[in-house]
């Protein structure tokens, strides 16, 4: 069955342009994850959601980065007023629920370059 | 709060032979552990998780794990390595009652035909 999807594979943009990326997780999964992965940092998380409660932001380093979920499915996550230190693999994981012992299943990711 | 230490950051081994990827933790609770793959321009893939039950977990491709918990490890072998084996494996403990994720810092496993 089809998997995490992210969109772009890549992206290249400007210091200070904002950038939107896109993750569409597996059908019928309620909990959806947002991870950066940069040298040094290792895999970092961002922001969590679940079903229709509150976002989990508690991961997000500014309040450059926001991120939205539409009808309990396609996530966006924003970066406004792009920095280098942005520049990362951004990866997007769902689950069927919030618990613990269930697994996350990962998307292949955003690459980001930021010049 | 709960941590995860890979303790070899590069394993490199011969075609045929045995894999061994080592992995301590720390919890306050008793943990969910996983164990998952990256290959390069990839995502991460779940090869096995330890949710409580038996402490020996078998995963994908031939991998298994032991839990054992008065030694706080959870390494990753395989009997005998292979080519397509060749990738950056992580080790992860879940949080406290909840879905936040944990990640060690990774061990990149090079396989030598």
């Known amino acids: 069955g089809a998997g995490v999807s992210q969109s772009p594979s890549n992206k290249v943009t400007e210091k200070g342009k904002d950038v939107e990326l896109r993750c569409d997780p597996i059908s019928g999964h309620t909990a959806l994850y947002w991870y950066r992965q940069s040298l040094g940092q290792g895999l970092e998380f961002l922001i969590y959601f679940q079903g229709n409660s509150a976002p989990d932001k508690s991961g997000l380093p500014s309040d450059r980065f926001s991120a939205e979920r539409t009808g309990g499915s396609v996530s966006t996550l924003t970066i406004q007023r792009t920095q280098q230190e942005d520049s990362a693999v951004y990866l997007c994981?769902?689950?069927?629920?919030?618990?613990?012992?269930?697994?996350?299943?990962f998307g292949d990711g955003t690459r980001l370059s930021i010049l | 709060a709960q941590s995860v230490t890979q303790l070899d950051s590069h394993v490199s081994v011969s075609e045929g032979t045995p894999v061994l990827l080592r992995c301590n933790y720390s919890s306050s609770y008793s943990p969910s552990l996983f164990w998952y793959v990256q290959h390069p321009n990839k995502g991460l893939q779940l090869l096995l998780k330890y949710t409580s039950a038996a402490t020996l977990v078998k995963g994908i491709n031939g991998f298994e794990a032991e839990f054992k918990k008065s030694e706080t490890s959870f390494h990753l072998t395989k009997p005998s390595a292979h080519m397509s084996d060749a990738a950056e494996y992580f080790c992860?403990?879940?949080?406290?009652?909840?879905?936040?994720?944990?990640f060690g810092k990774g061990t990149k496993l090079s396989v030598i035909p």
């Open positions: 994981a769902s689950s069927s629920s919030g618990d613990r012992d269930q697994p996350q299943h």
């Open positions: 992860v403990v879940s949080g406290a009652g909840s879905y936040q994720l944990t």
